[in-house]
Nanobody, 123 residues
Framework: AVRLVESGGGQVQAGGSLRLSCALTGDTYRTMAWFRQTPGKQREGVALIHSVGSTIYADSVKGRFTISNDLAANTLYLQMNNLKPEDTGVYSC???????????????????WGLGTQVTVSS
């Protein structure tokens, strides 16, 4: 079974940067993604990447966040720049072994999830 473990969360001031990592063990993947959630809100898709390298971003993070992966290290990254207080949340990585998923609007498409890492951006 695939196991996903996130790291790199923390607290920063608005305008700062963080880099999240997600280490995968156990299998290969077709699509990987980052989602975030804050209390009282639905889980929101942030960015996804396919094994061939194509990417999709939420409008709210375009130009500020970059998703990438290191296939040799089996690690997914999310570089977050110019962070805003509204970026605060628990960030989780998700993966699907079989499907090329082309939407961030259905977390249920993803089979495997990490536990998440907290990102807090203060104004």
């Amino acid at each position: 079974a695939v196991r996903l473990v996130e790291s790199g969360g923390g607290q920063v001031q608005a305008g700062g940067s963080l880099r999240l990592s997600c280490a995968l063990t156990g299998d290969t993947y077709r699509t990987m993604a980052w989602f975030r959630q804050t209390p009282g809100k639905q889980r929101e898709g942030v960015a996804l990447i396919h094994s061939v390298g194509s990417t999709i971003y939420a409008d709210s993070v375009k130009g500020r966040f970059t998703i990438s992966n290191d296939l040799a290290a089996n690690t997914l990254y999310l570089q977050m720049n110019n962070l805003k207080p509204e970026d605060t949340g628990v960030y989780s990585c998700a993966a699907d072994r079989v499907h090329t998923i082309r939407t961030l609007h259905n977390p249920g498409f993803f089979d495997d999830w990490g536990l998440g890492t907290q990102v807090t951006v203060s104004s």
